[in-house]
Nanobody, 123 residues
Framework: QLQLVESGGGLVQPGGSLRLSCAASGGILDDYAVAWFRQAPGQDREGLACVSRNSDRTHYADSMEGRFTISRDNAKNAVHLQMERLVSEDTAVYYC????????????????WGQGTQVTVSS
């Protein structure tokens, strides 16, 4: 059973950067499509970025491309999300998710989820 653990969240000032990590155990993460989602209080879960299985091909939500970068780190069995030029609206719990087929923005397509990591953008 694939298990995912996110890390790297925290408090950052507007304009700052963070790198989130999604570490996997119980399977080889490269065999899965991996996506990052986020959910702010009172809002729907939002898909941000996805990297295809056995590939470095990436996909971004229209509003994210240019500020967020998803990448694989196969040596660490992990996927990262580099976030730049953060704004207060980026405050949310960030989740990684994995599934054995292709990338999707539909949360229920993903069988494995991490517990989430809080990102707070505030001065």
């Amino acid at each position: 059973q694939l298990q995912l653990v996110e890390s790297g969240g925290g408090l950052v000032q507007p304009g700052g950067s963070l790198r989130l990590s999604c570490a996997a155990s119980g399977g080889i993460l490269d065999d899965y499509a991996v996506a990052w989602f986020r959910q702010a209080p009172g809002q729907d879960r939002e898909g941000l970025a996805c990297v295809s299985r056995n590939s470095d091909r990436t996909h971004y939500a229209d509003s994210m491309e240019g500020r967020f970068t998803i990448s694989r780190d196969n040596a660490k069995n992990a996927v990262h999300l580099q976030m730049e030029r953060l704004v207060s609206e980026d405050t949310a719990v960030y989740y990684c998710a994995a599934e054995g087929r292709g990338c999707s923005w539909y949360g229920p397509d993903f069988a494995s989820w991490g517990q989430g990591t809080q990102v707070t953008v505030s001065s």
